[in-house]
């Protein structure tokens, strides 16, 4: 045998082993699961690196229009780099783009880039499917259905907010328990069939339940798989929740001096400092002294609001026993122009130039005109519920807080609710207006809400919702 | 027993006690009364703008006054022209409190001490501007113009800076945002119509 076919054989290994070397990427980046984005909603972002040292990935979606022009929204996520292979997986917020680029900078060079383009910009909920017939899903619900591998269902709430119902058969696996809670805390309808439901953890949970089983502001389906209008039914609409209680919030512009007030002081300033000139000398010179300063004290004082940036915040807790979906809500008022940053990771509630940096420490940065107003809404997040219904239906304080306005929803009202406290008598359910009602008219019935402050706590009742 | 004041601020004083400069002082301050009521927001809640009309209208009215008695300077005696140099500064700053309260209650960026910085140096800048306006028209036989004059350079200094691009000369510009070049600028006019002042002196004293 010559040795040609072997000289040959070996060429042609070292150029598969070049051609791997080189045309290998050094990053990739995943918005969204399986590369399907939600807009208007947070997505998990998976960043993968090998052999690229430290650096930040950037994403700027430009939200603007033909007649406001571009209004940029730029995400920052530093990336941890380093010899080998390394996974970064965060979730962002979305917003709905008219074009989207990024860019992931180390060491001073862009390493990596890409663009999203505007037709993914696509405001629909996605329905996860971890199955191997992925497609007998697909067939009953018109939307859009995305197939993943259990492997890659994370375990945070955020990343399931553009998520309407994640399909498990187990004949592809099963997820962690603990992906399969955030899914359903996150307002997801978890639908568990087949095989899913012999998991030792899953059929614990499930017991004797018939068909739902709720977790915070969603649950697990564990009954015959429902159609589309069946899973609108049974989700909460907590976009609603949360709209309604953004509005009832807002900071107020701060309370200036009278303009007669204002007229009395500079007039008294004016004639008092031609006196002390009438006066003349010394006397004169040192009474318009004490005159300039008492008066510059008292301008500077008075109608000076106690800081020039104003923020308020609040959160929301919708859940159904120990379990809450939790956001905060963050809202500012700015006198002079310039930035406001909170130092959370947020998103505006309307289109808004600015910056959201994640990392330590995490901001998020609005570019905001004089005396302004906006709103920014925390990324939504599993937490031990703090007011709960017990098998009567009635209010229970489950945390350590005292909590207030404790009302039923079409039912009694109570003055406070107390960890370890027996209820009081019940109220009368007084009459409420404005944003708390609009509130209150979204809730199923029988569903318990109160106050903590300015943190609104919601139990809903724990009655199959379709 | 009362404190001796030095000659040249007894002077100052004296200027604004009698004469035409309490006149025009009181006029000032109650066209600014009257801008800062006028822009005060009426009801609470509302967007307090009045810092932006009644910086601008100060800085106008006193570079105005400024360039006004600026130009009367080359004619009086050097302790003359010191007494009224410091008489319209000190009303410029007499106007300050006005202005630091509808900054305050109208909280723009531009910082509150950029007013009591430059409201000093620009008004010696205009003084002496005014100064070297009032040589030239004298050198040019022309005061029949120069209650005219004083309104013209300051649209003409508007003018330029509009031109330019910059905010060098334009007290209008120059009262909203902090401006080191209109700084520079009228401190470095101000040296120099202190210079020629001196030198105008010594010539008179020379020639009698």
Do not use: C, K
């Not at chain 1, 971890?130 to 995305?146: K, N």
């Amino acid at each position: 045998m010559s040795g040609r076919p072997w000289l040959a054989l070996l060429l042609a290994a070292s150029l598969q082993v070049a051609h791997g070397q080189g045309g290998g990427r050094l990053a990739e980046v995943e918005v969204g699961f399986r590369a399907a984005p939600v807009a208007d909603a947070w997505n998990p972002l998976r960043v993968t690196v090998r052999d690229v040292g430290s650096g930040r990935l950037t994403l700027v979606a430009d939200q603007g229009n033909l007649r406001d022009g571009e209004i940029p929204w730029t995400m920052v996520v530093p990336v941890s780099g380093g010899a080998g292979v390394r996974v970064l997986e965060v979730d962002v917020y979305l917003p709905a783009w008219r074009s989207l680029v990024w860019s992931l900078e180390a060491g001073g060079t862009i390493v990596a880039s890409g663009a999203l383009p505007r037709e993914a910009a696509d405001r629909r909920r996605l329905d996860l499917v971890v199955s191997a017939r992925p497609g007998a899903v697909a067939e009953r619900l018109a939307g859009r259905v995305v197939d993943v591998p259990a492997s890659l269902l994370p375990a945070r709430a955020a990343a399931y907010d553009g998520v309407r119902s994640l399909w498990i058969d187990g004949s592809a696996g099963m997820p962690a328990p603990a992906a399969l809670t955030a899914a359903a805390a996150a307002g997801a309808v978890v639908v568990l069939d087949g095989d899913a439901l012999r998991d030792p953890v899953v059929a614990e949970v499930v017991g004797e339940a018939a068909t739902w089983i709720p977790i915070a502001a969603g649950g697990w389906w564990v009954g015959p798989p429902p159609d589309g209008a069946q899973l609108e039914s049974a989700r909460v609409d907590l976009d609603a929740y949360l709209a309604a209680f953004a509005a009832a919030g807002g900071v107020v512009a701060p309370r200036t001096v009278s303009v007669a007030a204002v007229m009395v002081a500079a007039s008294a300033y004016v004639l008092l400092v031609l006196l002390a000139w009438r006066v003349g000398g010394a006397p004169g010179l040192l009474t318009w002294s004490v005159l300039l300063l008492g008066a510059s004290v008292l301008a500077w004082g008075a109608p000076r609001p106690s800081s020039p940036t104003l923020i308020e915040s609040r959160a929301l807790h919708v859940g159904v026993g120990d379990l809450a979906w939790r956001t905060e809500v963050h809202d500012l008022l700015t006198l002079p122009a310039g930035e406001v940053e909170v130092p959370r990771v947020a998103r505006p509630a309307t289109t808004t130039t600015g910056e959201q940096r994640l990392g330590s420490p995490p901001a998020t940065t609005l570019t905001l005109p004089r005396w302004r107003g906006a709103t920014l809404v925390e990324s939504p997040r599993a937490a031990p519920a703090l007011l709960a219904l017990d098998a009567d239906g009635l209010p229970v304080a489950v945390g350590d807080r005292v909590l207030h306005d404790v009302r039923i929803v079409g039912g009694p009202a109570w003055r406070e609710v107390a960890p370890g406290r027996a209820l009081e008598p019940a109220t009368d359910p007084a009459g409420i207006g404005g944003h708390a009602a609009a509130f209150e008219a979204l809730l199923p019935p029988g569903s318990a809400w109160a106050r903590d402050g300015d943190d609104w706590h919601v139990a809903l009742a724990p009655g199959v919702r379709w | 027993m009362t404190a001796r004041l030095p000659r040249v601020v007894e002077r100052g004083l004296e200027r604004l006690r009698a004469g035409d400069l309490p006149q025009f002082g009181l006029l000032l301050l109650a066209l600014l009364v009257a801008t800062l009521v006028v822009t005060w927001p009426a009801r609470p809640g509302l967007a307090n703008e009045s810092w932006y009309t009644v910086s601008q209208t100060r800085s106008v009215l006193v570079a105005l006054l400024a360039l006004g008695y600026g130009m009367g300077l080359p004619l009086a005696t050097p302790r003359a022209a010191a007494g009224t140099v410091l008489a319209v500064s000190l009303l410029a700053i007499t106007t300050l409190p006005l202005e630091l309260v509808a900054h305050a209650g109208s909280a723009p960026a531009t910082p509150a001490w950029w007013a009591w910085l430059v409201t000093p140096v620009a008004t010696a800048g205009h003084l002496a501007l005014g100064a070297l306006l009032g040589i030239v028209v004298r050198r040019l036989r022309l005061t029949a113009l120069a209650p005219l004059l004083a309104p013209a350079v300051l649209v003409g200094a508007v003018a330029i800076d509009v031109r330019l691009g910059v905010t060098l000369l334009n007290p209008l510009t120059a009262a909203l945002q902090v401006a080191p070049g209109h700084l520079a600028f009228h401190g470095a006019a101000a040296l120099l119509g202190a210079a020629a002042l001196g030198w105008a002196a010594r010539r008179r004293g020379g020639e009698a």
